[in-house]
């Protein structure tokens, strides 16, 4: 939306700064059209002006010449009607030279022209007595040599000084047309320079807008296709890219004849470190991870980001029997611990591989077939799975079995088996483990790892705790009644945190039990409460005020933050079987344990500690102060009959291998 006002925002602007261009040439080009009108006009004025009085002087010049002429020819004339038609003729042009003379006068003259015209007056006036008295003589008197004489020593003389005063008068008049069509020119000029300027200026401004908004639009075009095709976060290729990318692939391994491999990547413990620690540090962890991936493939192979904490490689000229090979090279690369802030953080990843040609043929079932794949891996825990078509079925199978896991928990197909929790001081039994099994119609029995998963995916995992802790407390109120008094552990998920019903459901069930609250335990995962942290904490809260016992299961395999532990209102920490397992053979885990132990204390928690599976386990562990335990060691979980039977041996003294009693 914000790219989209942005644009159009620019596309105004770029509309103003033409329009504004534009007026301006439009006002610079009238401003020139005027020009040159003006200066037309003002040619035209002086041209039509200077026509006529060219004309006018060019009239009376011709006159004068006449007149001369008539002179000339009277004393030659004998003929008295010959004379008489003469100087008719004379006269006549005398009025054509007034005639003349007048008009121009009439007309706008410029000072050198009044000049010359009064000057002309001046001497047509003092010629004319003479010049009349030389025709009058002429026309009367025979003496043809005096006339001449006179003519040439008075008349002509007379006349030419008036002709000189006209020519005078031409010549001013064609200099001044003369400078009328110089300074048009020059007008012309101006405006052609001015033009052209002009025209050269909008040029360039247009020129540089339009070089402006080219390098703009290039830039965002630019900018949309980088959007179009790049994961901003980590700069990878997103989807759409590694799609074109995965068919580009695919033509030129047809044409070779090659193999090629994809690997999906999930990590595997982001969430809990982006929920704990913040986006920001979870933004740079997958820039991180994202450069990890870059270095370790090769540079024309492809790394994408699906979005997530998914990752895609395309790693080319690669076959299926390479598979362990490139899995345990990016396993490997993501082994080394991420820091932040002197912490380091370990994340994990699933990987899945698919195949082209030898598991699928196109782009989108590749992706497809990793997919699975890499969901395999992750149930299994075992790092990286090639696909094969069985995982398939087998997915399909999950989908079945979601269906009939509502039926399950409605038709009681769910059972409880129950782990018992010794006591190292008194090494008593003060507590039981519900643990939920589906006794399947056509599968047997299945642990809650192949079902839970699946409750969550369906929302189920509601209606399934419901049901664990109705039975649970309604098996703890039958042992109370046999003469146990014990504790009740039932595990949440992850989902029972999306719900802020739990707890009056809990309140609920204990009421209707008649069971005191604080021996219902409650075990957490520190990602379960992280999946959804501001409800979480709240149902946490709520949990506590009941006076429910709160424990944290599973301590030590997600990422646990000792800030974040502070402000959970827990009363227990569970040591993850994992450590317990292997603290006689592995040193860390030894240390593990006993840092979880004096850390928990320190805390004023319980600390219970599962997976005890041997004898040495259990005395380690009641040296290192833990409070309580459970393990194959002391009792598998097992079903209400077998439990029944084993409080019953436990509580018979003559039972003495066991290092523990009931109560
Ligand atoms: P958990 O809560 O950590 O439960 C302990 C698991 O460790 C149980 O596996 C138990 O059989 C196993 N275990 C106990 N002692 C030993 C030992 O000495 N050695 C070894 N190797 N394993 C031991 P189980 O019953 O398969 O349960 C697996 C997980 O499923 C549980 O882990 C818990 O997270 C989940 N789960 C079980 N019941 C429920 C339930 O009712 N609701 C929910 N949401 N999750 C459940
Ligand atoms: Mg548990
Ligand atoms: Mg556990």
């Known amino acids: 939306m914000k790219k989209i006002s942005q644009h159009r925002g620019m596309g105004a602007r770029i509309g103003i700064g033409f329009i504004i261009v534009l007026t301006l040439m439009v006002a610079l080009s009238a401003i020139g059209l005027r020009y040159v009108a003006d200066a037309n006009q003002r040619l035209k004025n002086i041209a039509q002006n200077n026509n006529v009085k060219i004309e006018l002087a060019t009239e009376m010049h011709s006159a004068l010449r006449e007149r001369a002429l008539s002179m000339h020819v009277l004393p030659i004339l004998s003929d008295p009607f010959d004379k008489d038609d003469e100087v008719q003729r004379f006269n006549a042009q005398g009025a054509i030279y007034i005639k003349a003379r007048n008009q121009l006068e009439s007309m706008p003259l410029s000072l050198q022209e009044s000049n010359i015209l009064a000057q002309i007056q ?301 006591d190292h001081r008194s090494q008593r039994v003060v507590g039981l483990e519900a643990l939920v099994r589906w006794n399947h119609p056509q599968r047997g029995f299945l642990a809650p790892d192949a079902f839970i998963p699946l409750a969550e995916d369906a929302g189920l995992i509601g209606p399934l705790t419901h049901w664990v802790l109705k039975t649970a407390l309604a098996q703890q109120v039958v042992l109370q009644q046999q003469g146990y008094l014990l504790n009740m552990a039932v595990n949440l998920s992850a989902r029972n945190f999306h719900d802020m019903e739990l707890p009056a459901s809990v309140h609920r069930l204990l009421a209707e039990s008649g069971i005191d609250p604080k021996y219902l335990t409650l075990e957490i995962t520190e990602s379960a409460v992280m999946s959804n942290p501001i409800d979480g904490l709240a149902i946490l809260a709520e949990l506590d005020q009941m006076g429910v016992t709160l424990a944290i299961d599973d301590f030590g395999t997600g990422y646990s933050s000792l800030a974040y532990l502070k402000r959970l209102p827990v009363d227990e920490l569970k040591i993850d079987k994992s450590f317990v397992t292997d603290m006689e053979e592995n040193e860390n885990d030894a240390v593990i344990v006993r840092s979880t132990i004096d850390l928990a204390h320190n805390l004023g928690l319980k600390v219970t500690a599962e997976g005890v599976e041997t004898r040495g386990a259990w005395d380690t562990l009641s040296l290192l102060g833990c409070d309580q335990s459970q393990g194959y060691f002391m009792g598998r979980p097992m079903s209400v009959k077998k439990l029944e039977a084993w409080l019953h041996e436990s509580a018979q003294p003559e039972f003495s291998t066991r290092v523990f009693h009931a109560v």
């Not at 006339?147 to 005063?165: C, E, G, L, N």
């Not at 149930?379 to 090639?386: H, P, W």
């Open 122 to 422: 001046t001497l047509t006036r003092e010629a004319q007595p003479e010049v009349q008295a030389v025709v009058e003589m002429a026309t009367f008197n025979d003496n043809e040599q005096e006339i001449f004489d006179r003519i040439r020593s008075i008349a002509m003389p007379r006349q030419r000084d008036i002709a000189a005063q006209v020519s005078a008068l031409l010549e001013l008049q064609r200099k001044q047309t003369e400078e009328a069509v110089q300074s048009a020119e020059i007008s012309y000029l101006s405006v052609r320079n001015l033009m052209s300027g002009l025209g050269a200026t909008a040029l360039l401004v247009g020129m540089s807008i339009a070089g402006f908004v080219i390098r703009r639009v290039s830039h965002q075009a630019r900018q949309l296709a980088d959007q179009a095709m790049f994961d901003p976060l980590t700069g990878l290729a997103n989807r759409c890219l590694l799609h074109d990318q995965l068919e580009h692939e695919i033509e030129i391994s047809k044409r070779e004849h090659q193999s090629f491999g994809v690997v999906l990547m999930d990590l595997d413990r982001f969430k809990e470190v982006n929920d704990t620690l913040g986006h920001d540090v979870g933004d740079e962890l997958l820039r991180e991870v994202g450069r990890r991936l870059k270095e370790t493939v090769r540079a024309e192979d492809t790394v994408a980001r699906l979005g997530g904490d998914e990752y895609v490689m395309l790693i080319h000229n690669l076959d299926p029997q390479d598979a362990p090979f490139i899995a345990n090279k990016v396993l490997s690369a993501l082994d080394k611990p991420f820091h932040w802030q002197n912490q380091s953080i370990d994340l994990g990843a699933s990987l899945g591989l698919s195949f082209y040609p030898a598991q699928c043929d196109d782009a989108s079932s590749l992706l497809r077939c990793a997919d699975i794949a890499m969901y395999v891996a992750k149930r299994a825990g075992k790092g990286y799975a090639l696909y094969s078509p069985d995982q398939e079925r087998a997915s399909r199978g999950d989908l079945s079995l979601k269906s009939e896991l509502r039926e399950a928990i409605q038709t009681d197909q769910l059972c409880l088996h129950y782990q018992p929790q010794i």
